[in-house]
T-cell receptor, first 110, second 113 residues
């Protein structure tokens, strides 16, 4: 069974800090990696895509991918209370199936 | 505006009743998906369709049925055989190749009366 693992949290950080969210996956042949943000009671919203090793930055968000370690992370700089949400890691595996982790809940304290 | 529209936003099902959730997209996406999300849980795939008139079962298809008669539409029927239907149902679509991300509608929350 191919898996995507995330710590359920909550991860609590003070406003202005860097939040670091982590995800590991079991299928070494995985192709593409995504981070979705889901506010309570709402649907997931795509915030980052990453396809190759290294870092990808978009505003306050940085996605990091290490295929050798089967590890993908999301850094949120200058965290704001409005960033409080559940962050879902999603991975397209070697059979082109999108697999979601169960999400990490982030709380940003004012 | 382009997007994925799910309706209704809230739906109540009586015992023994079938209900149908609507999903329409005007993004010209080929692939469409239905997921179920239970409180505090991740997303579980119910059914998906890569092209019109073709669809495949996902991980939890029992008690559900779908059709894909038009590219824009992928309705999900929750049948009376689904004994625990209370959940948040999410429709998604994807453009292009299998490496592209999926985008979600706003969801339908289904409860039992």
């Amino acid at each position: 069974q191919k898996e995507v693992e995330q710590n359920s949290g909550p991860l609590s950080v003070p406003e202005g800090a860097i939040a670091s969210l982590n995800c590991t996956y079991s299928d070494r042949g995985s192709q593409s990696f995504f981070w979705y943000r889901q506010y309570s009671g709402k649907s997931p919203e795509l915030i980052m895509s990453i396809y190759s090793n290294g870092d990808k930055e978009d505003g306050r968000f940085t996605a990091q991918l290490n295929k050798a370690s089967q590890y993908v992370s999301l850094l949120i700089r200058d965290s704001q209370p409005s960033d409080s949400a559940t962050y879902l890691c999603a991975v397209i595996d070697s059979s082109y199936k999108l697999i979601f982790g169960s999400g990490t809940r982030l709380l940003v304290r004012p | 505006d382009g997007g994925i529209t799910q309706s209704p936003k809230y739906l109540f099902r009586k015992e023994g009743q079938n209900v149908t959730l609507s999903c329409e997209q005007n993004l010209n996406h080929d692939a469409m998906y239905w997921y179920r999300q239970d409180p505090g849980q991740g997303l579980r795939l119910i059914y998906y369709s890569q092209i019109v008139n073709d669809f495949q079962k996902g991980d939890i298809a029992e008690g559900y049925s779908v059709s894909r008669e038009k590219k824009e539409s992928f309705p999900l029927t929750v049948t009376s055989a689904q004994k625990n239907p209370t959940a948040f149902y999410l429709c998604a679509s994807r453009y292009g190749s299998g490496n592209q991300p999926q985008h979600f509608g706003d969801g339908t929350r289904l409860s039992i009366l």
